[in-house]
């Protein structure tokens, strides 16, 4: 991207609530020197504070072996710097640090699966490289750290003032031998400013979309169309999201759209679940046993786990989980549900 390009495009990306929002806020607040409450948080991003019980767990313990190399942290800020006349890059950090020394480090939070490691390469390069700039020069040695906390694994890479440099280099060649018609979508646009008018991606997304409509009305794709549509599938969906949240805003804002006879609007349903079961129970159990109430009730072993590491101390919370987890087998209150879900691994069986 030129710079000055990005003020004039469109950058709308949709609000999309999940764990790896919520999880980024905590970790955030945390290093801010605040004391955020995990359950406040995950409502405030409407997901389940269970399921980042033990991702944020694994982050804690990455944390107690790196903390050092950020004596100065800077907690998710954006940076850019022009690379040549034509060329800026831009990135946003989870955590940096760029002291007084000559040593600068970086940790990237990432909450997700682990699908293809190679990809985060080059982006956590880019980054180093913008510590070296925005370091004045002075800094000759940097440090980049991937936590990736529902694995519990981490990667880091070390890179010289001279290799960012040579990278640097390389960025700018390739910008700008690179052709209009030569463009590849990838993971690494996720967060380019011209994705949601990039030609590459709608002709892509056009293609995954034909290919889904032919296999819903009985073809059959080969291989490699199943592989194409399969790989696509998540930006066929981002963009149905996108679609759903500007419809909405516009219908917030102007009113129903009217076609013809016809208009699409918003229509409110009011749900009323029970969200304080202390106070419910009473009421319950005077019209029911306490046999027939606890059928209408699920406990959630994700929410119980946390539960009880949280009653159980810091430094105690896993055994005490594990413990539960064991006690619950032998009462026979604990069942197996295997979940089948679509991965795509080599064929060695190595997930991508």
């Known amino acids: 991207m030129k710079p000055g390009e990005g003020e004039t495009l469109v950058n709308r990306i949709a609000p999309i609530t999940n764990e790896g929002n919520a999880g980024h806020d ?33 982050a804690a313990a990455l944390w107690e072996k790196i903390a050092q190399w950020f004596p100065c942290p800077t ?15 831009t990135g946003h950090t989870d955590l940096r640090s760029i002291g007084e020394q000559e040593e600068a480090a970086v940790l990237d939070h990432k909450f997700g699966w682990i699908t293809d490691q190679g990809t985060c390469y080059d982006q956590m390069k880019g980054y180093a490289l913008l510590c070296y700039l925005d370091g004045g020069g002075r800094i000759d040695h940097i440090r980049v750290f991937v936590g990736w906390y529902r694995e519990g694994t981490v990667q880091s890479w070390e890179w010289t003032a001279d290799e960012l440099l040579d990278f640097q280099d390389s960025i700018v060649s390739t910008v700008l031998d690179a052709r209009a018609d030569d463009l590849h979508p990838g993971p690494h646009c996720t967060y ?36 194409s549509a399969f790989r696509n599938l998540t930006k066929v969906e981002n963009a149905i999201r996108l679609f759903r949240s500007s419809l909405r805003e516009r219908i917030e804002t102007g009113g129903p759209i009217v076609c013809g006879d016809q208009q699409i609007t918003l229509k ?65 209150a604990l069942s197996e549900r295997p979940e089948r ?3 795509l691994e080599n064929v060695n069986g190595t997930e991508r």
């Open 341 to 343: 879900h679509f991965v």
């Open 75 to 89: 907690v998710e800020a954006g940076f850019q710097a022009a690379l040549s006349q034509e060329v800026l890059l």
């Open 268 to 332: 409110t349903v009011v749900k009323k679940p029970i969200t304080d079961t202390e106070r419910a129970w009473p009421v319950i159990t005077a019209r029911l046993s306490e046999a027939e109430a606890v059928k209408c009730v699920t406990i959630t072993k994700g929410a119980l786990d946390d539960a009880v590491a949280k009653k159980a101390g810091a430094g105690k919370g896993a055994k005490a989980k594990r413990e539960l987890t064991k006690e619950l087998e032998a009462a026979g």
């Open 192 to 227: 380019c400013p011209r994705r949601h008018s990039c030609p590459a991606l709608m002709q892509e997304l056009r293609g995954t979309t034909h290919m889904l409509m032919e296999l819903g009305n009985g073809g059959e794709l080969s291989p490699a169309s199943l592989h």
């Open 26 to 58: 905590y970790l955030a607040r945390l290093r801010r020197g605040e004391s955020p409450s995990l359950d406040d948080v995950c409502e405030q991003h409407g997901v389940s504070a269970a399921s980042l019980g033990g991702p944020l767990e694994n």
